[in-house]
């Protein structure tokens, strides 16, 4: 009786111990194919964003490109043709003592040497020559000082000295998105003064635009830039998305800011 108990108390042992070991085994098949299935699912969401990211990038280039194509032909063959025209105008000599037609005469002239610098300038703001010999901070300058007008729009600019001069494909990105962004806050805010500050640290540039005018918040910024009409936002998004970057709109008492957030290698 004793050696039979026995028997079924070690039977019992052993099914338990079996019954366990299966427990065991299926708990450890179910984690590996969970861990299996989330490195798959974390690769596949890695090659969408890397295939996104390059996407992005492909159709940065390619506005950049067309831009310098575009700047080219303005300068080599627009501006040509005004150039000549300018020298015909000059060769030309009044002797017509009539005040009228010498007053045509000076405006037709003054309205195209206007054409020929404003070409010379859209030409210049396009392929960004001062970005690719003097670097970010001098383009910058530039830039916002070219624009600024103290009876329409003063633009105060504090660029930080230390940030280093690399002129790559990540300079003329933060460039053209301040750009896009100053000729936005020209366009739609009416502000009267903008404010243009950099702080180099901890390999991070940091740019914080603000102005006096009407703005943008955050959650704006995020409805406008999925419109048909958000070109702009959405090649600003680009951008930042290109860059890695981190771009925020906020309203304080004195007005609006726009930060931008970029890791430099």
Same mark, same amino acid.
């Given at each position: 009786?004793?050696? %039979?108990?026995?028997? @079924? !108390?070690? *039977?019992?042992?052993?099914?338990?111990?079996?019954? &366990?070991?299966? $427990?065991?085994?299926?708990?450890?098949?179910?984690?590996?194919?969970?861990?299996?299935?989330?490195?798959?699912?974390?690769?596949?969401?890695?090659?969408?964003?890397?295939?996104?990211?390059?996407?992005?990038?492909?159709?940065?280039?390619?506005?950049?490109?067309?831009?310098?194509?575009?700047?080219?032909?303005?300068?080599?063959?627009?501006?040509?043709?005004?150039?000549?025209?300018?020298?015909?105008?000059?060769?030309?000599?009044?002797?017509?003592?009539?005040?009228?037609?010498?007053?045509?005469?000076?405006?037709?002239?003054?309205?195209?040497?206007? %054409?020929?610098?404003? @070409? !010379?300038? *859209?030409?210049?703001?396009?392929?960004?020559?001062? &970005?690719?010999? $003097?670097?970010?901070?001098?383009?910058?300058?530039?830039?916002?000082?070219?624009?600024?007008?103290?009876?329409?729009?003063?633009?105060?600019?504090?660029?930080?000295?230390?940030?280093?001069?690399?002129?790559?494909?990540?300079?003329?990105?933060?460039?053209?998105?301040?750009?896009?962004?100053?000729?936005?806050?020209?366009?739609?805010?009416?502000?009267?003064?903008?404010?243009?500050?950099?702080?180099?640290?901890?390999?991070?540039?940091?740019?914080?635009?603000?102005?006096?005018?009407?703005?943008?918040?955050?959650?704006?910024?995020?409805?406008?830039?999925?419109?048909?009409?958000?070109?702009? *936002?959405?090649?600003?998004?680009?951008?930042?998305? &290109?860059?890695?970057?981190?771009?925020?709109?906020?309203?304080?008492?004195?007005?609006?800011?726009?930060?931008?957030?970029?890791?430099?290698?």
């Amino acid at each position: 009786m004793n050696q %039979g108990s026995t028997d @079924i !108390r070690l *039977l019992l042992v052993v099914g338990i111990a079996a019954m &366990l070991m299966l $427990f065991i085994s299926l708990l450890l098949i179910f984690i590996f194919t969970q861990r299996k299935k989330l490195q798959f699912q974390n690769e596949l969401q890695a090659m969408q964003n890397a295939q996104k990211n390059q996407l992005i990038e492909a159709a940065v280039r390619s506005e950049e490109i067309e831009r310098h194509r575009i700047a080219e032909e303005l300068h080599d063959e627009v501006g040509a043709i005004l150039g000549a025209s300018s020298l015909h105008f000059n060769s030309v000599r009044i002797e017509d003592p009539d005040e009228s037609n010498q007053s045509i005469y000076q405006k037709g002239k003054d309205l195209l040497d206007e %054409g020929i610098n404003k @070409i !010379r300038g *859209l030409s210049h703001s396009l392929h960004s020559n001062i &970005l690719q010999e $003097f670097g970010l901070n001098e383009a910058l300058s530039h830039f916002c000082g070219k624009i600024s007008h103290e009876s329409v729009v003063e633009i105060s600019v504090t660029l930080d000295p230390s940030y280093p001069t690399q002129v790559g494909q990540n300079d003329i990105s933060i460039y053209r998105i301040v750009q896009e962004l100053i000729n936005n806050i020209n366009k739609h805010a009416k502000a009267t003064k903008i404010f243009v500050r950099s702080i180099y640290l901890n390999k991070t540039l940091m740019i914080t635009l603000t102005h006096n005018g009407k703005g943008l918040t955050q959650s704006h910024f995020e409805e406008l830039r999925f419109k048909k009409d958000g070109l702009g *936002l959405k090649n600003i998004q680009n951008r930042i998305i &290109l860059l890695k970057a981190d771009l925020k709109f906020s309203h304080h008492a004195g007005g609006y800011a726009i930060d931008i957030s970029v890791p430099v290698d």
